[in-house]
């Protein structure tokens, strides 16, 4: 099987009481994983590993929940998000990533997905929450739930967050938050499989895009938006 292309299981086959489920990565070693962690308690009915193969899979088999990774060749999960709720907006998704940075988080529940959990979750509680967003219910990792209401409260301005952050490129905000966690130039540098002068090129420009003047308000400014 190719990484791209959608695989689909026999609906008449799923068993009475058990939640169908499509999974989204572009890692196939990952669906792998999770396929072998929940498939004795759910069914995997199809997989994506981009944009295109995954709204195929969905859209042909309707299943209860979609797994979905946020960070996806060919737009994202937002991407699947929207393309697959112009079709069926009842479609329920359950976001699986191993970021949990507030643009992403925010920024799929704002598509319409039901939940949001990293991929820290045990097996056990992976078909739990799957079980939850199949009757309705939205889920959300222990560390994000209390995120999530206060982004939504108004505790947090994520109109803000989300206008600034625009401004950087992806490979900015991938600096943004290692600087943030305090990484030091050579670490980022060894991380990210850039150089030194990159890494500074990059830090100069989000400084500039965000108005700070150093390192010490950047990681303020990061750590106010729960972006580390």
């Known amino acids: 099987m190719s990484d791209t292309t959608p695989t689909t299981g026999d609906q008449n086959g799923s068993v009475p009481g058990r939640s169908r489920v499509v999974v989204v990565d572009d890692h196939a070693m990952f669906r792998t994983g999770v396929k072998a962690e ?24 309707s299943p209860d929940v979609v797994l979905l990774d946020v960070h996806l060749p060919g737009g994202g999960g ?30 799929v529940i704002r598509a319409g997905a039901r939940g949001y959990v990293t991929k820290s979750i045990s097996g056990d509680e992976l078909v739990d929450a799957i079980r939850r967003v199949a009757e309705g219910d939205a889920v959300f990792s222990p560390r994000l739930a209390g995120f ?17 952050l625009d401004r950087l490129s992806q490979r900015e905000r991938e600096v943004l938050r ?33 108005q700070l003047s150093n390192r010490h308000q950047l990681t303020r400014w990061a750590t106010d938006r729960r972006l580390v």
Do not use: C, M, W
């Open 148 to 164: 999530v209401l206060d982004a939504f409260s108004g505790a947090i301005d994520i109109a803000a967050v989300d206008e600034d």
């Open 78 to 107: 937002v991407e699947v998000l929207r393309r697959v709720h112009e079709k069926n907006p009842d479609q329920r998704f359950l976001a699986l990533s191993v970021s949990d940075a507030a643009e992403d988080v925010i920024g």
């Open 38 to 61: 929940i498939g004795t308690a759910v069914d995997v009915v199809g997989e994506g590993a981009d944009v295109d193969s995954a709204v195929a899979a969905i859209l042909q088999t």
């Open 178 to 210: 290692l600087i943030a966690r305090g990484y030091a130039y050579k670490e980022v540098a060894k991380e990210l499989f850039i150089s030194i002068k990159t890494v500074e090129t990059h830090v100069s420009s989000v400084l500039r895009k965000l």
